[in-house]
């Protein structure tokens, strides 16, 4: 079983920056986490495609982040991390860690995804 843990959520005025985290481990292998990939979800809203990174280091992302967040990952450290900045009131949002092996499509849509953190909430005040 591949357990996702986040870290690094909080509370920032708009046009602050904050970075997230996520580990992965348990049984996490090289194609279990091929992708690794940032989701986030709004109260109402459904979840939603923010970044994601292969481990070749394919990167796509959302055009609403595109210029602002940047994804990173460590293959050694099986770790992701999403830097964004320029934050605005709409990326409000509770942020999940996902990971999936390869195949997960063109568009960033959760479904591929098999292996989900527990979130971490982002809250940016105008």
């Known amino acids: 079983q591949v357990q996702l843990l986040e870290s690094g959520g909080g509370s920032v005025q708009a046009g602050g920056a904050l970075s997230l985290s996520c580990v992965a481990s348990g049984s996490a292998n090289d194609i279990d986490i091929y992708w690794m990939a940032w989701f986030r979800q709004a109260p109402g809203k459904e979840r939603a495609g923010v970044a994601r990174a292969s481990r070749a280091g394919y990167i796509l992302y959302a055009d609403s982040v595109k210029g602002r967040f940047v994804i990173s990952r460590d293959n050694a450290k099986n770790t992701v991390v999403l830097k964004m900045n320029n934050l605005k009131p709409e990326d409000t949002a509770m942020y999940y860690c996902?990971?999936?092996?390869?195949?997960?499509?063109?568009?960033?849509?959760?479904?591929?995804?098999?292996?989900w953190g527990q979130g971490t909430q982002v809250t940016v005040s105008a």
């Open positions: 996902a990971a999936a092996p390869p195949g997960v499509g063109a568009a960033l849509a959760p479904s591929p995804y098999r292996h």
